[in-house]
């Protein structure tokens, strides 16, 4: 009997940590493809050559010619990369993306006006390396698109002639759409018949995303609660109905970690490693935090974590409005992240209100993201949805049981506190249902008295250090999907 070949997975994706990152799906970029290669899928990942990109990887080669891809698109190449021994497509077009700024927005925080022309040519280009008609000898399987910035590569191949790849529509976060004015359609070189509602069209205008889910063989999104979840009015912000026709295409499948970056026992960015074995090695890492934040380095309060975009997603109005609360227990808490400037501004003013008690640093600090990890002894993270989220299950992994809202991925990761749990020694954290303020508190308050039950809290350390969130199973996943889409001469 022949072995069977190695499935060949063209992976498209706007970004990659840690080049060029907005979120989780530069970690899931990075992470997936390499794990994937592990165990024997033959996957290259295709992403803008942001300049990022170009100052990091000097080795590039050319891997076509120039070409045009039609519509209002500047011409293009492509380079070819190995991105940490996955070989790598680096679409080329400076037109487009030798500019500052990050993926999506200027330094200014302002989207790029030619976003869609900007994501419209990696989908055009992703088709093309799909099609019968692609520059390169290594032809996909199946191409797999992640979000909106990729969602019209289904619908660029489906309106193509000849044999072509199968497709996969990844949806990290339902919530972002690339909804652009139908006025685009020539532009982007769709045909006129692709404007309908078995289409490209959504609500008079055109979506990437809506393409993608349309278009695409299979859909996947980050998580099995978050599949359920967008296929309804209240969380599929609009295409819940079109989910709801699609259900028997998609599946969830849950994010992992890069279980080699966010190790606490080799972890180059905290201040003392660890391992539950030595788990009173952690406490040089909360008085590293509590020095770093200008709050008093006891060992005796208990200190909050949260490292987020501080969005109105992520539920944080609920936390700055029982913060002063939360003070009085007593405790500490300390906030990492950007966002939405009335949040940036509260966390500023509970900082000065509170001071010794309560600290915020507003951006973004990759090794202090770390540390905060491994120095707070509570991770806090209220999301009103949450795809798959990351940080809880980098949490657990640090040893500090999280609270979270049962929304999405927290759902499905995280195990709360209860008598049963506790009996069974599978409870890894603290879980409330109600988006109130009030139910957030008394999760907290839950947790707080946990961590004051010295045996009870070391319990849950240990679970939460021994569960596996690590990208093996989320990979052998992905790879019977794959297989499950095509058909192997």
Partial sequence: ??????????????????????????????????????????????????????????????????????????????????????????????????????????????????????????????????????????KPDVVHCHDWPCGLAPAYLDFLAGPRSATLMTIHNIAFQGVFPATTLPELGLPAESFAIDGVEYYGNLSFLKAGIHFAERISTVSPTYAREIQTD???????????????????????????????????????????????????????????????????????????????QKGLDLLAAIVPRIATHPAQLVVLGTGEPELEAAFRALAARFPGRVAAVIGYDEALAHLIEAGAD??????????????????????????????????????????????????????????????????????LAAWNDKRLWRALQRNGMRRDFGWQTAARKYSLLYRSMINFP
């Avoid at 090695?281 to 490292?307: E, H």
Wanted: proline fraction near 7%; glycine fraction near 10%.
């Fill in 1 to 138: 009997m022949s072995k069977q070949r190695a499935t060949r997975v063209l992976f498209v994706t706007p970004e990659i940590a840690p080049w060029a990152k907005s979120g989780g799906l530069g970690d899931v970029s990075a992470a997936l493809p390499a794990t994937l290669r592990a165990i024997g899928v033959d996957v290259r990942v295709l992403v803008p050559a942001y300049p990022s990109l170009a100052a990091a990887f000097k080795d590039v080669k050319a891997a076509t010619d120039g070409f045009h891809p039609g519509g209002a698109f500047a011409p293009a190449r492509l380079l070819a990369a190995s991105v940490d021994a996955v070989p790598a497509f680096f679409v080329d077009c400076p037109d487009y993306y030798h500019r500052p700024g990050g993926a999506y927005q200027d330094a200014g925080g302002n989207d790029w006006q030619d976003n869609h022309l900007r994501f419209g040519l990696l989908s055009r280009v992703a088709a093309l390396l799909g099609s019968r008609d692609s520059p390169l000898a290594w």
């Fill in 234 to 312: 209240e969380l599929g912000c609009g295409l819940g109905g079109l989910l709801r026709h699609r259900s028997a295409r998609l599946t969830g499948i849950l994010n992992g970690i890069d279980s080699a970056v966010w190790n606490p026992a080799t972890d180059p960015l905290i201040a003392q490693c660890f391992e539950f074995a030595r788990i009173e090695r952690k406490t040089a890492n909360k008085r590293a935090l509590q020095v770093r934040f200008d709050l008093g380095p006891r060992k005796d309060v208990p200190l909050l974590g949260i490292v987020s975009r501080l969005t109105h």
């Fill in 378 to 447: 509570i991770f806090v993270m209220p999301s009103r949805f949450e795809p798959c989220g990351l940080n809880q299950m980098y949490s657990m992994r640090y040893g500090t049981p999280p609270v979270v809202r049962a929304t999405g991925g927290l759902a499905d990761t995280v195990v709360d506190c209860t008598p049963d749990t506790r009996r069974r020694q599978t409870a890894t954290g603290f879980v409330f249902n109600e988006l109130t303020a009030d139910a957030l508190l008394e999760a907290i308050g839950r947790a």
